[in-house]
């Protein structure tokens, strides 16, 4: 995963609200388990269907309760896989927020009066490290779990941040073997 800090340019906006993570990428799409692939299907009935029209920007601005639905995690990947780097909503559905912050997809919450502000901009730029969206309306700020911030930050996925406690596990690893003892074997 690579580190996230600042993330800025224009904004595709998805004006819709409770966008479930089979409409973000329809289930026979699924089929697959790498992470890579999945931008061409990308809201797929609605583009085909001629609903909506995306443009692969770097920051997307939607609706309240985005990725709602299922827990699958092909709906962050295919936004990611498009182009997407940051989704701005009022609300995320609780499992699809965490799925964006472990693959390095930055999930913003701002008010629905901040969200349209950063749509009619255009453009934008989302600072991890200041927690704010920038764009010609002003300075918003956003809330983020310092764990999660930590993570994006660094570019930590689920092992990046176990490996960094590798000396405190080794330590802890090596004090329960010399409280044990030699391990003995009957023959």
Request: proline residues 5%; charged residues 25%; aromatic residues 8%.
């Amino acid at each position: 995963m690579r580190p996230i800090d600042v993330i800025e340019g224009r904004v595709s906006v998805l004006d819709r609200a409770d966008v479930d993570t089979d409409q973000i990428i329809p289930k026979q799409f699924l089929k697959r388990v790498e992470r890579t692939g999945f931008g061409e299907f990308l809201f797929y009935d609605w583009i085909r269907d001629g609903e909506i029209e995306l443009e692969p920007n770097p920051i997307l601005v939607t609706g309240r309760n985005f990725g709602c639905g299922s827990s699958r995690e092909h709906a962050p990947w295919a936004l990611e896989d498009f182009g997407f780097e940051a989704i701005v909503a009022p609300s995320f559905a609780d499992i699809f927020y965490v799925n964006c912050t472990k693959i390095g997809l930055l999930p913003v919450v701002l008010d629905e009066e901040h969200c349209r502000a950063v749509a009619e901009a255009g453009e934008a730029r989302v600072d991890v490290d200041d927690q704010t969206v920038t764009c010609t309306a002003g300075v918003f700020r956003f809330g983020i779990e310092p764990d999660v911030k930590h993570r994006l930050l660094h570019g930590l996925d689920d092992i990046g941040i176990t490996l960094e406690s590798a000396a405190a596990i080794n330590a802890f690893e090596q004090a329960g073997a010399a409280q044990r003892g030699p391990v003995t074997t009957a023959l």
